[in-house]
Structures are given as C-alpha cells and as structure tokens.
C-alpha cells in the first residue's frame, strides 16, 4: 500500500469540522451529528487548540456524570491533537492511528490544517488497496493479465 493520505482527501474532500473551546459539549454534539461526524477539531481563531471525540464526551462527560449543557469542549477536549502531513503513506498513517490510540488525524500543510483522515477512512482504502492487488494476482494466475 503506498498510497498517500493525499489520495484519500482528493476522494473524500477538505472539508474540516470545528468548535471552538468555548462551546458547550450540546452544541459540540450537535455540529458532529448534523455533519455526521465523529470528532470536531478545536480552533481558537485559526489555531488547533485539541480535538473533541464521541470518546471523548463519552467518558468525560456521560460516564463523568457531567452536565453536557453547561461543560465546555475545553474541559473534555484532547489538548495534545496527533497531526500528520498529506504526502504521508497509509501504512504509516494507520501505525500513528494504532500507537497513539486515535480514530482521527487532522492533516496540516505549514501549520493550517487541510483535511482531516479517520481509522475508517484509512482501513477503506487499505482494504481497497488488498482488494485490487488480490485482483491483479488472479488475473496472473489465471493467465487473464494484460502485456
């Protein structure tokens, strides 16, 4: 698998949610389910400030018993955001997926973020990626491949 998460942003597009640190986990809710997402990313102005997951109010907020109308995202977010660049391979993308226990990767280009990748995103294409391979190696096989 070599392809680059460049390809999977040109397929999926750079559109990129997000929430600021003051809102309430309600209106952050809302934004994910309105976009169907699972995560929104915090910006302060331009700047990533951490990221928000179904995770994370999940744990922080659900089972913490807190009130989802009066939390703030910058109480539940993640500060340290694991980011990674376009021209990075999917392999690599899906080992800091695996080692730093994240389900989404924003994507930044000289420190503005230009799309965002999740585990799902990335196990897609690397099935995709399996499957065309697989493909290719029945059609040798078979004696079905082109010269």
């Not at 934004?31 to 999940?58: Q, T």
């Not at 340290?80 to 080992?95: H, I, Q, R, S, W």
């Not at 994240?102 to 585990?119: C, E, F, I």
């Amino acid at each position: 698998m070599h392809a680059k998460l460049r390809a999977i942003l040109e397929e999926k597009g750079y559109q990129v949610h997000s929430v600021a640190p003051t809102a309430t986990v309600v209106e952050a809710v809302d934004l994910m389910n309105n976009a169907g997402v699972g995560a929104l990313l915090v910006k302060d102005g331009e700047a990533v400030v951490g990221i928000v997951s179904e995770r994370d109010i999940l744990r922080r907020v659900i089972g913490a018993r807190r009130d989802p109308q009066t939390v703030l995202i910058s109480d539940v977010m993640t500060r340290e955001v694991a980011t990674v660049k376009p021209d990075l391979d999917l392999e690599e993308a899906m080992g800091v997926v695996t080692e730093r226990r994240v389900r989404h990767l924003p994507v930044m280009v000289d420190g503005k973020v230009v799309g965002m990748v999740s585990s799902g995103d990335l196990t897609r294409w690397a099935v995709h990626d399996r499957e065309f391979h697989i493909q290719q190696l029945v059609a040798y096989i078979t004696g079905n491949y082109p010269t």
